[in-house]
């Protein structure tokens, strides 16, 4: 019995090497494996085994039945595996593609917005994600307990004192009056945080870019050209602008602004409810409270601020209706952009 298993495992360790694809890796299969194959009749045999051969001879044909049983596993997954079923080197046959990366559409519309201000002689400065509330409320002219912060939900950090996730790029503003005498021309992109419901116009964690002007003699003409300078630029010679008295605390006067709607063209649709317009930026000129904090006097010095929500900007350019897509990670969306 012994010997009859040697001479199987010594067959089929030379019959392996040979197969060449599925066809005949399934011909082995059912002259080895199945029910009536030859490991099978060896296994019939055991009941005429003596008790005291037993144990060796089970463990020999265990190790055949399953080491043969691994290496067919083995092979059908190879040839499964490879196109071509011939052993032969098809020197014609295209490469496999390697998967390449790139930039999220969301940053490469950052760079290029940041291109663009640099273009208009901004230089570009950041900030710490971690706030404390002096900075993204207090100094921004915000009183306590005014309501004005409930305009942006706020996560609070645990134990930290004060401590806070930025809502927006504002508290920036702060820290390069602070670091820095006037002119001053500065863009500052980065990620804010605010307690939002996510659905498809807003989400709990986007992008912004603020802007910066200090100068003598800074006005609203000169915010506005500055706008729709970098506006035509992104969008276009073609796109609409409109200035919509807002209310900011730490800009006086305060406008949002309005760029012609990408889908409907202005005629009024889903995407800007209606209205033909769509709102990409609130700005205004920086209060004297907050020229002050900044350690700036204001009887000398005035300017302008704006700031853009980037993953609008990004939703404008690509013709983007959710803003989920952006951060679900789904390859066939990032990939197209
Ligand atoms: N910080 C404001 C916001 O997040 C935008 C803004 C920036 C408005 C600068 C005016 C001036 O909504």
């Given at each position: 019995m012994l010997n009859d298993i040697r001479s199987l495992l010594k067959e089929i360790g030379e019959k392996l090497p040979n197969l060449k694809n599925s066809e005949q890796l399934e011909q082995f299969r059912l002259e080895y494996i199945v029910k009536k194959g030859k490991i099978q009749a060896l296994m019939?045999?055991?009941?005429?085994?003596?008790?005291?051969?037993?144990?060796?001879?089970?463990?020999?044909l265990n190790i055949l039945r399953k080491g043969t049983e691994a290496k067919i596993k083995e092979l059908k997954e190879k040839f499964e595996n490879t196109t071509d079923s011939s052993p032969d080197l098809d020197l014609t046959l295209p490469g496999r593609r390697r998967f390449t990366g790139s930039k999220h559409p969301v940053m490469s519309v950052m760079d290029e917005m940041v291109d663009i201000f640099k273009s208009?002689?901004?230089?570009?400065?950041?900030?710490?994600?971690?706030?404390?509330?002096?900075?993204?409320?207090?100094?921004?002219?915000?009183?306590?307990?005014?309501?004005?912060?409930?305009?942006?939900?706020?996560f609070f950090?645990?134990?930290?004192?004060?401590?806070?996730l930025r809502t927006h790029t504002s508290p920036v503003q702060i820290r390069i009056m602070k670091d820095s005498q006037p002119p001053i021309r500065s863009i500052m992109p980065g990620r804010v945080y605010r307690n939002e419901a996510i659905n498809a116009r807003s989400l709990a964690e986007f992008h912004q870019i603020e802007g910066l002007y200090i100068d003598?003699?800074?006005?609203?003409?000169?915010?506005?050209?500055?706008?729709?300078?970098?506006?035509?630029?992104?969008?276009?010679?073609?796109s609409q602008f409109r200035f919509r008295p807002s209310f900011f605390p730490f800009t006086e006067p305060s406008a949002e602004i309005d760029i012609s709607c990408y889908l409907c063209g202005g005629e009024g649709c889903k995407i800007c409810?209606?209205?033909?317009?769509?709102?990409?930026?609130?700005?205004?000129?920086?209060?004297?409270?907050?020229?002050?904090?900044?350690?700036?006097?204001?009887?000398?010095?005035?300017?302008?601020?704006?700031?853009?929500?980037?993953?609008?900007?990004?939703?404008?350019?690509?013709?983007?209706?959710?803003?989920?897509?952006?951060?679900?990670?789904?390859?066939r969306v990032l990939d197209q952009l």
């Open positions: 019939q045999r055991m009941k005429d085994v003596s008790k005291a051969d037993k144990p060796l001879v089970g463990k020999e208009l002689g901004f230089t570009v400065a950041e900030g710490p994600e971690i706030e404390d509330d002096y900075h993204n409320f207090d100094a921004l002219n915000f009183p306590p307990d005014h309501p004005a912060r409930d305009m942006q939900d706020t950090m645990k134990g930290g004192e004060d401590l806070l003598k003699n800074v006005t609203l003409a000169d915010l506005k050209s500055t706008i729709i300078s970098f506006a035509k630029k992104m969008y276009g010679e073609n409810k209606g209205t033909g317009w769509l709102e990409i930026a609130g700005s205004g000129m920086v209060h004297p409270n907050v020229l002050k904090a900044g350690g700036i006097d204001p009887e000398v010095y005035s300017g302008f601020a704006f700031g853009f929500g980037i993953e609008r900007v990004a939703m404008l350019r690509y013709g983007i209706t959710d803003i989920r897509y952006f951060y679900e990670n789904d390859i």
